[in-house]
């Protein structure tokens, strides 16, 4: 039986009452959690003294904005309140949430003025690390520290000593410690992305963190950076992947020793703390040849919690998500094209064809099936059939990196250049090396618009971005 909301009854007054239902776990699914998040300029400590804070722009004074963390299947109303000078909007990045929820300006809400509040309400189906952004401006508004995790908590989460998260961000700082106010210069646009000078975890930088011998952790790595790509190495330690953006894979050792993750990829570790007490472990960044970096060092106190490492289980349940019939599939091809070294002549842009001088002078650089995103609203590229299994073949013909990304569902990532990979692992975001081809597969079971774009966000504001829709 449903309880109807009798007239007059206020919205405010249901979730009070509901709310003592909370105590009663069946009950879950139907009593959102509430939360607060307010965008606003503020000051935070990025770099250690004696340089001065830095202004930022962050969720509730916080860069990481607060964790949000929940159960998997509880709902969570969420109340943005805008204290920016410019309009925002949320994204919550790999959460499977009704498309009118998705934080899309224009194309799925419209955007939240300064000043002005908006409310998020959704389940919450899948476990895992995903994390939320604004989707308006995201390379200034990212890049000023708009960002936080969003955990959502397995019922029978592996057994750890500590789970651990790492936002991992990349900013461009000048001496005096501030941001360096160059967004959008055509230079990012077109090549890279914006990347920085000064890398943080969790919103400072330090030189060493604390970890016991024989400790577990479960290690959270979410990369918020607006452009750079980390390669992390953990040296003397063995770490095994067990989720990546969110979703379980099959345990494994990263390949080649190092962790892979594009602007917006997470990925889930166990880490042992295998060694003795006083044993320093570097954690070595080297994506970029010849920039090769120390984040930090993890360092063991005296303290030594177990001989040997646990022989608990590290795999974790899968998460509902529709298995897509691969054989049956239908196939399309999503070609990106453009940036500097292209061989892109011209493309679309709002029904136009333009070449590429005249897209350029209007900071433009990028194009999906030839055309140029201007806009979140665009005619999608593919129209696909609700409940329909589909394989996308992503034609990377540039000569740079990009991790490209799809609202509203995870999809399996089954081939690389025609090869299929080994693990088929589920994502929401798939890194993809220049010229690369990489084929992925999902059952296109979530309607609505959803962007389908890179997330190197100078990338997508210089049109590479697009419109996948379910329907
Ligand atoms: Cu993380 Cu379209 O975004
Ligand atoms: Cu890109």
Known sequence: MTHALPPGVSRRGLLTAAGALALCPTASLAVPREMRLRAAPDTVQLVPTPHP???????????????????????????????????????????????????????TQPPVPAGGRHVYEFGLPDAGTYWYHPHTRGSEQVGRGLYGAFIVEETEPPAV???????????????????????????????????????????????????????????????????????????????RIIALDGQ?????????????????????????????????????????????YKLLDLVCGEE???????????????????????AGARRHVV??????????????LRGEYRDIRALMRQGLAWAVNGVVAHGHVLDPIVTLERGSSYVLELRNDTSWWHPIHLHGHSFRVIARDGRPTALREWRDTVLMAPRERV??????????????????????EAGMMGVVRVA
């Open 304 to 326: 030594r919690l177990r001989e040997e490492p646990p022989a608990d289980p590290i795999a974790l349940a899968s998460n509902p998500l529709a298995e897509p019939d691969v």
């Open 53 to 107: 804070p830095t202004d930022v722009w962050a969720f509730d004074g916080q860069v990481p904005g607060r964790e949000i963390r929940a159960r998997q299947g509880d709902r969570i109303r969420i109340a943005l309140e805008n204290g920016l000078a410019e309009e925002t909007t949320v994204h919550w990045h790999g959460l499977r949430v009704p498309n009118d929820m998705d934080g899309v300006p224009h194309l």
């Open 248 to 292: 379980p894979v099959e345990p494994h050792a990263p390949p080649g020793g190092r962790i892979v993750l594009g602007p917006a990829m997470r990925a889930d570790l166990i880490l042992d703390i295998t060694g003795k007490p006083g044993d320093r472990h570097a954690v070595i960044d080297g994506f970029y040849p010849r920039q090769t």
């Open 439 to 460: 084929d992925i597969a999902f059952v296109a079971d979530n309607p609505g618009d959803w962007m389908f774009h890179c997330h190197i966000l100078e990338h997508q």
């Open 161 to 239: 000593d500590r789970d651990m998260v790492w936002v991992l961000d990349d900013w461009r700082l000048l001496d005096s410690a501030q941001i360096s106010g160059d967004f959008g210069n055509f230079g990012d646009m077109s090549h890279a992305g914006r990347l920085g000078n000064s890398v943080t975890v969790n919103g400072a930088m330090p030189e060493t963190l604390p970890v016991r011998a024989g400790e577990r952790i479960r290690l959270r790595l979410i990369n918020a950076a607006n452009a750079r790509v980390f390669a992390l190495r953990f040296e003397g330690l063995a770490p």
């Open 335 to 348: 070609t990106f094209e453009g940036g500097m070294m292209s061989r892109l002549g011209g493309a679309k």
